[in-house]
């Protein structure tokens, strides 16, 4: 029993490590596993929709039911909004940044960026889904509407960053530039307790996840070096292994926790590929690199680039530092032709 840390607990006892440490962030971080609690208990019973009614359709109490991801983004928003420690949200689900009204919440210093359902579309069939949060200090004036700058800083901005995975268990993993950090909701005690301090990527690893099925449309490099993935050199420890789910939150976890790389490059039709910037990339950026990895879009480190857009795509290179090296080196030896 005295073994069980929760993550309120860690939270707070962690709170000093913070420059300006006044116990909003540790707030701020307790709205968003609130959410994540509430969220969990929806996802768990989504399989019982076809026999309650179906999504999008209405309940047996005849009430209109929400999409799973409308429903995560107004959760989140609802609790970040609730304690006053966010001026506002920038969420895949809304077009535009949504700033929070109430005076205290023009008065605080943060705001969060969030992919609230990620993998949405494993929802139907039982797999792993995810929500991915980003947090930064405001640099608009206290007091004000938050402004577009809040919201289109650089990843290397962060201050804080995780996601929750909805998988087999439920777990939050976050990173406030100390190490990462994960947690497991026992659902019985109706908390996250500690099961994965400091968590770190291997070096090398031999996972590697991409949709093979755009193969055909991928850059040159990204072609050589899915072969050389496949290749025979046992001395090597090749060929490798390739796992896709589908949510980047449950590849993204199980990479980190056994090494890997997760790619979603750039294709002949999608040429900035498709994950977002601000809500995908910069937070498992952040996370990585904590845990002893890269990112990277190809060439540049994710972190370093200057958004422009809210919802702007990027080619997504993310996993064990000697992974990530050798995919950008590829990419480099086999430019496209044009
Ligand atoms: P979302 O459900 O938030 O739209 O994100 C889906 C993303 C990401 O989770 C996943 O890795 C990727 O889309 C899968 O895309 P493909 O189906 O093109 O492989
Ligand atoms: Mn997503
Ligand atoms: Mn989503």
Redesign the pocket.
Known sequence: MSDIRTLGEFIVEKQSDFPHASGELSSLLGSIKLAAKIVNREINKAGLVDITGSVGGQNVQGEDQQKL?VYANDKFKAALEARDQVCGVAS?EEDEAVAFNKELNRNAKYVVLM????G?SNIDVNVSVGTIFSIYRRVSPVGTPPTEEDFLQPGHQQVAAGYIIYGSSTMLVYTTGNGVHGFTYDPSLGVFCLSHENMRIPKDGRIYSINEGNYIRFPLGVKKYIKFCQENVPEDDRPYTSRYIGSLVADFHRNLLKGGLYLYPSTATHPSGKLRLLYECNPMAFLIEQAGGLASDGQNRIMDLKPTELHQRVPFFVGSTNMVRKVESFLEMYPDQE
Do not use: H
Not at 115 to 118: G, Q, R, T
């Open positions: 991801d895949e992919d609230p359902l990620d949405s």
